[in-house]
């Protein structure tokens, strides 16, 4: 049975340091003696970083959701070199100011814009309703509106670079037409645009809000003023090194969205836990080089596996293939790198030049304060307050079993933005969806020997459900009957020696399970081997290969995550119960985005529009950043209440002294980490609108239901059982582990 410290008299709970100092204890006392050029070569490295990190953004890129080596990719590849032809990436909704888009005004304006838009640089194919003949998937119910659509050059960077002059160019209101820009690219070209303009307005944001919370938190402008300048020098570093990575890769403009609020969050944590230990050793007397030394290998042991465990969730996301998850794992490494040299490195030089000016005004006990009452009161009675706790957070989690997965669509730019204008005003006018046409590739000869077989293929694919018309080599088809015959350039268009292709295009209600479409369109018999691409298949194939993933990736997360608690702690069940916890964390977390953000609760008042699903990408990404930093914060705890474990052997007591000592620093930590990402909270990009209030709810319920109940009630309830492991565990953890550092 444990024995409550409340009824032992004070004593001593910081256990001595190896008679022979490892690693860390040696780094601090280096730093401590020599400070000044530690100091010094510091500033030149954030100068360089600086200088570097200035030219990273324009070396940033933008990407398409394409899987490498899939289906869909094999298919626009050989569109591209065999017919001159592939999926478009935008488009120009034509309006007609009077009248119908047939009426000969209009179309010889109308042409006249088309011609234009073909010569502009990057523009690799122009298609109109005009010039397909007078198309029905191209032109409104109406007739007052018909569709442009553009296939662009080169990269996804390259094509939306073009795009970003062209858009202003055909942004056009005339007498006879208005022209207004559109389409896939379109939308994500604004989307990024719009990232980059929240990542500068964040900086403006995030800055002085950290500083007034470091303020209130130290009381010392000074120190306040160093603990943001570490940072800061991770923000300017990492992007420093992102640029190096993107001569050798693709990075995602995203990437630097990331980087700012980890960054700062990361820098500002890691350095609250090395300053709080570095004044505590000053309060007990110690000067100021042996503080810094203790500070360093204590805190120090904190920071290191803190910071190991997030790289570990970050830097699986290289799994994935597509460059733009793996970006943010360049970052989010990149971010904890930096964040631990800063905290290690350059902070111990700088406590060691500021010494007393950051001492505490009295010397901080263990063995009482708010933290450490209410943790015993907890643990005495402790189904009182978990069960309770654990109510709310499933109560809270509880949305996340109707999570559903889909495809990203305009809905992540507010209504007012021009694109997502112009696509709400396709899906109510138009009947289908030609820029998102299924491709199909059927390995056939495209010349009149193959015509029978291609008009009945044509026909019955025109009869699927959810695919309005068939444009074909032969003609164009609706409900099994063709609608006209062969287009004059449809020898050009469709065939090739070796093969023939086919334009599927869907009705604008089936892209809401554009699976269930494609999975249609293949179960159609063909008169040879085919292959499907277009945008539907681009995003279904992506959303395969990246959910099939998803196990493989987030096992590796846990299992090593096992390890590293399990050689910091010498225990089998503080790893699973920080695991499971961690868990429940996660499912508040996508609780409360399905609840938000497929649901579409609180739309209104923080401004977007919600589909009825979830785009794949970013609640991975999310789920990634939210398990290394729960993981974060139960490193900060589980350090301190096994470094008063180790020096007392009373369970419950470490508990409470542990909680005590990092209870406050994981509050405050929490409060600049989710002020961090609540900064994007203005944002009118769905993705950075949704990372932002997903990761700051996550973050708060983390460091409150979860850590401050939740972690004390399971220690008491497990009691000795904490800390126990097989004997050949422990002597492998005993040889292993890392202890002081």
């Given at each position: 049975?444990?024995?409550?410290?409340?009824?032992?008299?004070?004593?001593?709970?910081?256990?001595?340091?190896?008679?022979?100092?490892?690693?860390?204890?040696?780094?601090?006392?280096?730093?401590?003696?020599?400070?000044?050029?530690?100091?010094?070569?510091?500033?030149?490295?954030?100068?360089?970083?600086?200088?570097?990190?200035?030219?990273?953004?324009?070396?940033?890129?933008?990407?398409?959701?394409?899987?490498?080596?899939?289906?869909?990719?094999?298919?626009?590849?050989?569109?591209?070199?065999?017919?001159?032809?592939?999926?478009?990436?935008?488009?120009?909704?034509?309006?007609?100011?009077?009248?119908?888009?047939?009426?000969?005004?209009?179309?010889?304006?109308?042409?006249?814009?088309?011609?234009?838009?073909?010569?502009?640089?990057?523009?690799?194919?122009?298609?109109?309703?005009?010039?397909?003949?007078?198309?029905?998937?191209?032109?409104?119910?109406?007739?007052?509106?018909?569709?442009?659509?553009?296939?662009?050059?080169?990269?996804?960077?390259?094509?939306?670079?073009?795009?970003?002059?062209?858009?202003?160019?055909?942004?056009?209101?005339?007498?006879?037409?208005?022209?207004?820009?559109?389409?896939?690219?379109?939308?994500?070209?604004?989307?990024?645009?719009?990232?980059?303009?929240?990542?500068?307005?964040?900086?403006?944001?995030?800055?002085?809000?950290?500083?007034?919370?470091?303020?209130?938190?130290?009381?010392?402008?000074?120190?306040?003023?160093?603990t943001l300048a570490m940072g800061l020098f991770s923000v300017v570093t990492t992007l420093a090194l992102l640029r190096g990575v993107t001569y050798l890769t693709d990075v995602s403009t995203f990437a630097a969205n990331l980087t700012l609020v980890m960054g700062i969050g990361l820098g500002v944590d890691y350095s609250l836990f090395v300053i709080n230990r570095f004044r505590e050793e000053l309060a007990r007397g110690r000067d100021v080089p042996e503080a810094v030394r203790i500070a360093v290998a204590r805190a120090g042991r904190t920071v290191a596996f803190s910071g190991l465990t997030v790289a570990v969730a970050l830097s699986c996301l290289v799994l994935f293939p597509f460059p733009f998850l793996q970006s943010f794992a360049y970052a989010g490494v990149g971010v904890v790198l930096t964040s631990v040299f800063a905290a290690l490195v350059i902070l111990p030089a700088a406590l060691a030049r500021l010494g007393h000016r950051v001492r505490p005004k009295r010397e901080p006990r263990a063995d009482s304060g708010w933290w450490h009452s209410m943790s015993l009161r907890m643990m005495r009675r402790p189904l009182l307050y978990g069960v309770p706790a654990l109510g709310l957070v499933l109560l809270l989690a509880s949305p996340v079993a109707g999570?559903?997965?889909?495809?990203?669509?305009?809905?992540?730019?507010?209504?007012?933005?021009?694109?997502?204008?112009?696509?709400?005003?396709?899906?109510?006018?138009?009947?289908?969806?030609?820029?998102?046409?299924?491709?199909?590739?059927?390995?056939?000869?495209?010349?009149?020997?193959?015509?029978?077989?291609?008009?009945?293929?044509?026909?019955?694919?025109?009869?699927?459900?959810?695919?309005?018309?068939?444009?074909?080599?032969?003609?164009?088809?609706?409900?099994?009957?063709?609608?006209?015959?062969?287009?004059?350039?449809?020898?050009?268009?469709?065939?090739?020696?070796?093969?023939?292709?086919?334009?599927?295009?869907?009705?604008?209600?089936?892209?809401?399970?554009?699976?269930?479409?494609?999975?249609?369109?293949?179960?159609?018999?063909?008169?040879?081997?085919?292959?499907?691409?277009?945008?539907?298949?681009?995003?279904?194939?992506?959303?395969?290969?990246?959910?099939?993933?998803?196990?493989?990736?987030?096992?590796?997360?846990?299992?090593?995550?096992?390890?590293?608690?399990?050689?910091?702690?010498?225990?089998?069940?503080?790893?699973?119960?920080?695991?499971?916890?961690?868990?429940?964390?996660?499912?508040?977390?996508?609780?409360?985005?399905?609840?938000?953000?497929?649901?579409?609760?609180?739309?209104?008042?923080?401004?977007?529009?919600?589909?009825?699903?979830?785009?794949?990408?970013?609640?991975?990404?999310?789920?990634?950043?939210?398990?290394?930093?729960?993981?974060?914060?139960?490193?900060?705890?589980?350090?301190?209440?096994?470094?008063?474990?180790?020096?007392?052997?009373?369970?419950?007591?470490?508990?409470?002294?542990?909680?005590?000592?990092?209870?406050?620093?994981?509050?405050?930590?929490?409060?600049?980490?989710?002020?961090?990402?609540?900064?994007?909270?203005?944002?009118?990009?769905?993705?950075?609108?949704?990372?932002?209030?997903?990761?700051?709810?996550?973050?708060?319920?983390?460091?409150?239901?979860?850590?401050?109940?939740?972690?004390?009630?399971?220690?008491?309830?497990?009691?000795?059982?904490?800390?126990?492991?097989?004997?050949?565990?422990?002597?492998?953890?005993?040889?292993?582990?890392?202890?002081?550092?």
């Amino acid at each position: 049975m444990t024995t409550s410290p409340s009824t032992q008299p004070p004593r001593a709970r910081t256990a001595a340091l190896p008679e022979h100092p490892g690693f860390l204890s040696r780094l601090g006392g280096g730093l401590a003696r020599r400070p000044g050029w530690v100091i010094l070569v510091s500033a030149a490295l954030a100068l360089v970083g600086l200088l570097l990190a200035a030219g990273t953004m324009d070396r940033l890129l933008l990407s398409r959701f394409e899987s490498p080596g899939s289906e869909s990719l094999r298919v626009e590849q050989a569109l591209e070199s065999e017919f001159g032809t592939g999926k478009h990436h935008f488009l120009l909704l034509v309006t007609a100011q009077e009248g119908t888009v047939d009426d000969p005004a209009v179309v010889e304006a109308a042409t006249a814009v088309e011609r234009e838009l073909a010569q502009r640089e990057g523009v690799a194919e122009v298609a109109s309703y005009w010039s397909r003949g007078d198309s029905p998937a191209m032109r409104s119910e109406d007739g007052t509106r018909a569709l442009v659509t553009v296939r662009m050059e080169g990269t996804v960077t390259e094509a939306r670079t073009a795009l970003g002059e062209i858009s202003p160019d055909f942004t056009r209101q005339g007498e006879v037409i208005s022209v207004a820009v559109g389409g896939g690219d379109e939308v994500f070209r604004q989307a990024a645009a719009q990232a980059q303009a929240d990542f500068v307005r964040a900086e403006l944001i995030i800055l002085p809000l950290v500083f007034v919370l470091l303020l209130v938190l130290y009381r010392r402008i000074s120190v306040a003023a160093l603990t943001l300048a570490m940072g800061l020098f991770s923000v300017v570093t990492t992007l420093a090194l992102l640029r190096g990575v993107t001569y050798l890769t693709d990075v995602s403009t995203f990437a630097a969205n990331l980087t700012l609020v980890m960054g700062i969050g990361l820098g500002v944590d890691y350095s609250l836990f090395v300053i709080n230990r570095f004044r505590e050793e000053l309060a007990r007397g110690r000067d100021v080089p042996e503080a810094v030394r203790i500070a360093v290998a204590r805190a120090g042991r904190t920071v290191a596996f803190s910071g190991l465990t997030v790289a570990v969730a970050l830097s699986c996301l290289v799994l994935f293939p597509f460059p733009f998850l793996q970006s943010f794992a360049y970052a989010g490494v990149g971010v904890v790198l930096t964040s631990v040299f800063a905290a290690l490195v350059i902070l111990p030089a700088a406590l060691a030049r500021l010494g007393h000016r950051v001492r505490p005004k009295r010397e901080p006990r263990a063995d009482s304060g708010w933290w450490h009452s209410m943790s015993l009161r907890m643990m005495r009675r402790p189904l009182l307050y978990g069960v309770p706790a654990l109510g709310l957070v499933l109560l809270l989690a509880s949305p996340v079993a109707g999570l559903d997965f889909g495809l990203p669509d305009a809905r992540v730019l507010p209504q007012g933005t021009s694109s997502r204008d112009v696509q709400d005003r396709i899906e109510e006018e138009f009947a289908q969806e030609e820029m998102d046409a299924v491709q199909v590739l059927v390995d056939l000869p495209g010349r009149e020997a193959g015509a029978a077989e291609i008009h009945a293929y044509a026909s019955a694919l025109s009869e699927v459900e959810g695919v309005d018309q068939v444009d074909a080599l032969t003609g164009s088809y609706a409900d099994g009957r063709a609608l006209s015959g062969p287009q004059p350039d449809a020898v050009e268009r469709f065939g090739s020696a070796g093969a023939t292709w086919l334009s599927a295009v869907p009705e604008a209600e089936a892209l809401d399970d554009a699976a269930g479409l494609i999975d249609r369109v293949r179960d159609v018999p063909a008169p040879a081997a085919t292959e499907i691409g277009g945008y539907p298949a681009d995003l279904t194939d992506f959303r395969e290969a990246l959910l099939g993933q998803v196990p493989l990736v987030f096992g590796l997360i846990l299992a090593i995550t096992f390890v590293i608690l399990f050689l910091m702690t010498g225990s089998l069940l503080l790893p699973a119960k920080a695991i499971v916890l961690n868990v429940l964390s996660l499912a508040v977390m996508f609780g409360v985005i399905v609840w938000i953000f497929q649901e579409g609760n609180l739309s209104g008042l923080l401004g977007f529009t919600a589909n009825g699903t979830l785009e794949t990408t970013f609640p991975i990404l999310m789920f990634c950043i939210a398990f290394g930093l729960s993981m974060d914060y139960e490193v900060f705890m589980l350090s301190r209440i096994k470094e008063e474990y180790d020096a007392t052997g009373d369970t419950t007591g470490a508990v409470a002294a542990g909680l005590q000592r990092s209870g406050p620093l994981v509050t405050a930590a929490a409060a600049v980490l989710a002020a961090s990402f609540a900064t994007y909270a203005s944002s009118s990009v769905l993705y950075l609108l949704m990372l932002a209030v997903g990761m700051a709810v996550v973050i708060i319920v983390d460091a409150t239901l979860i850590r401050a109940v939740l972690v004390p009630v399971f220690m008491r309830l497990a009691g000795p059982a904490n800390w126990w492991a097989p004997a050949p565990l422990r002597r492998l953890q005993a040889r292993y582990g890392i202890r002081e550092g």
